[in-house]
C-alpha cells in the first residue's frame, strides 16, 4: 500500500517541479542579424506572417527571421485565424522590431 503512494508524492513532485521550471522567464538568445519571435494562440489557428502561413501547430510558436541587416528597423504583419464555438475569428497585429529583439 505504501508502494503506490510513493509513486503518486514521486510523480506529483516531478510535475511541480517541471512546471516551476517551464514557468521561469528566461532570456532568449537572439543572433544580431535575426529578429525572435513567440506566438501564443489557440491550438487550432493558423498563423500567417505577411502573405506566407506556417506550418507550426501548438499554442506556442516560434519563429526566427532569415538573416537581416544589423541596427535596422522592421515590421512584420502577423495574421491569426482561428474557430471560436463554430464562429470564424482573424486577428491581425504589425509587430515592430530591431534585429537582436525577441517579441512575444
Same mark, same amino acid.
Given at each position: 500500500?505504501?508502494?503506490?503512494?510513493?509513486?503518486?508524492?514521486?510523480?506529483?513532485?516531478?510535475?511541480?517541479?517541471?512546471?516551476?521550471?517551464?514557468?521561469?522567464?528566461?532570456?532568449?538568445?537572439?543572433?544580431?542579424?535575426?529578429?525572435?519571435?513567440?506566438?501564443?494562440?489557440?491550438? /487550432?489557428? %493558423? @498563423? $500567417?506572417?505577411? !502573405?506566407?502561413?506556417?506550418?507550426? =501547430?501548438?499554442?506556442?510558436?516560434?519563429?526566427?527571421?532569415?538573416?537581416?541587416?544589423?541596427?535596422?528597423?522592421?515590421?512584420? /504583419?502577423? %495574421? @491569426? $485565424?482561428?474557430? !471560436?464555438?463554430?464562429?470564424?475569428? =482573424?486577428?491581425?497585429?504589425?509587430?515592430?522590431?530591431?534585429?537582436?529583439?525577441?517579441?512575444?
Amino acid at each position: 500500500m505504501r508502494r503506490p503512494t510513493v509513486m503518486l508524492l514521486a510523480g506529483a513532485l516531478t510535475c511541480l517541479l517541471a512546471g516551476a521550471l517551464l514557468a521561469q522567464p528566461g532570456t532568449i538568445n537572439v543572433p544580431p542579424d535575426r529578429a525572435i519571435f513567440i506566438v501564443r494562440v489557440p491550438a /487550432d489557428a %493558423v @498563423v $500567417t506572417i505577411g !502573405d506566407q502561413p506556417t506550418k507550426q =501547430t501548438g499554442t506556442e510558436r516560434m519563429f526566427t527571421t532569415q538573416p537581416l541587416a544589423p541596427g535596422s528597423s522592421y515590421a512584420y /504583419d502577423f %495574421v @491569426v $485565424t482561428w474557430k !471560436d464555438k463554430g464562429e470564424g475569428k =482573424t486577428t491581425k497585429r504589425t509587430v515592430k522590431f530591431q534585429t537582436g529583439q525577441a517579441k512575444v
